[in-house]
């Protein structure tokens, strides 16, 4: 099978894929911007188109689709069988306009990844227009979470197949667990909602003196952040140490208890998998994918609704290190990406199969 990945290059997400994807098929790849050091040792440089435009990350995406008659035109010479195009209000428009301006042969997958299904159709009736046009070209698509599938079907998909973003491997345990130490990693933007997570640490720490929060990554908020902790007098308990490479950053899971995402909106986040993959208790924002990963009742995580209120949940956990066990145990069984991206390619030949 001749597949062609089209997205961003310069993701490490893109290059997940391509990870998974290059044993299995012949693999190509267009980037609408660079690629990552990564795609070297995958794919030679015959095998690349870079595209070098900027694109923006919340739809409408006029850089990137000023550079569809090089690709057009790439896509031509190279014959695929199938365009798999990622974020689908700019790469899968990419994909759809190619196929139809170059009278290309090949079918379209999609993959979404959040705010292409979630926020942009909602920002007017020319993103939903787009969005439906994309995903009825789509002859199959993936989402991260049931809700994400829903919106999509309701939208036009044609057929989706849900499974999690999620890990290449389970991590390696050995480092003990400090009880209260609290580790956060989304970036430090509105969306990722920091503010509360500093808010929540701060009614825990008013109540527990051992209690510890570790801030990785970075962003635009990072210095109101940081006020807000001084303002707090919390300066002695919260530490911001920027963003982490792989190593460092999975030994911060490793000996963390509890860990806090809050995003405004979300899919199913692979740092969520990764922090139960590490025997944490996720606290995440009530948001219904939140809700697929650790359920009402369900002893994996908690859906914070009221800040104040932490320090309370977290009392009714009365066995959290085996709570982090199953965490794991779940990972293993639901958050695998090899073993799923094997089923989206054997769809993918069935498709070719039955398909005129």
């Not at 044993?23 to 609408?32: G, H, I, M, N, R």
């Not at 920002?123 to 979470?145: E, F, I, M, N, P």
């Not at 209690?211 to 006020?227: I, T």
């Not at 996720?282 to 219904?288: C, G, R, T, W």
């Amino acid at each position: 099978m001749k597949l062609v990945l089209i997205g961003d290059g310069e993701s490490p997400h893109l290059l997940k894929w391509a990870r998974a994807l290059q044993p299995q098929v012949e693999l190509w790849a267009a980037s609408s911007r660079g690629f990552a050091p990564g795609f070297d040792a995958l794919l030679p440089a015959e095998r690349r188109l870079a595209m070098h435009s900027d694109p923006a990350h919340g739809g409408g995406n006029v850089a990137v689709l000023a550079k569809l008659p090089a690709l057009g035109r790439w896509l031509s010479r190279i014959d695929a069988d199938w365009l798999h195009a990622h974020y689908l209000t700019s790469h899968g428009t990419l994909a759809w306009a190619a196929k139809r301006g170059w009278g290309l042969r090949a079918r379209i997958a999609g993959s979404a990844w959040g705010s292409d299904i979630l926020v942009t159709p909602e920002q007017g009736w020319a993103y939903r227009w787009l969005t439906q046009r994309v995903l009825k070209s789509c002859a199959l698509t993936t989402s991260d979470s049931r809700h994400m599938t829903q919106r999509m079907l309701a939208l036009g998909a044609r057929e989706v197949m849900t499974f999690p973003f999620g890990l290449e491997a389970l991590p390696k345990q050995g480092a003990r667990k400090s009880p209260w130490l609290f580790f956060a990693n989304r970036g430090l933007e509105p969306i990722y909602a920091p503010e509360r997570v500093i808010t929540a640490f701060a009614a825990v720490a008013a109540q527990q003196a051992e209690a510890r929060l570790v801030v990785a990554n970075d962003g635009s908020l990072r210095a109101a952040l940081e006020q807000q902790v001084r303002a707090l007098g919390l300066a002695d308990k919260v530490e911001f140490v920027g963003r982490l490479d792989a190593k460092t950053q999975g030994g911060c899971y490793a000996r963390a208890r509890w860990y806090l995402s809050l995003p405004q909106s979300d899919s199913v986040a692979v740092s969520v998998l990764e922090a139960m993959a590490h025997e944490c208790l996720p606290i995440l924002s009530d948001l219904p994918a939140n809700h697929e990963l650790v359920g009402e009742g369900a002893g994996r995580g908690l859906i914070l609704r009221d800040e104040a209120r932490l320090p309370g949940q977290l009392d009714a956990f009365a066995d959290p290190e085996g709570a982090g066990v199953a965490n794991r145990a779940w990972v293993a069984e639901h958050g695998l990406f090899g073993p799923a991206v094997g089923r989206f390619l054997e769809r993918l030949k069935h498709i070719e199969g039955t398909a005129p």
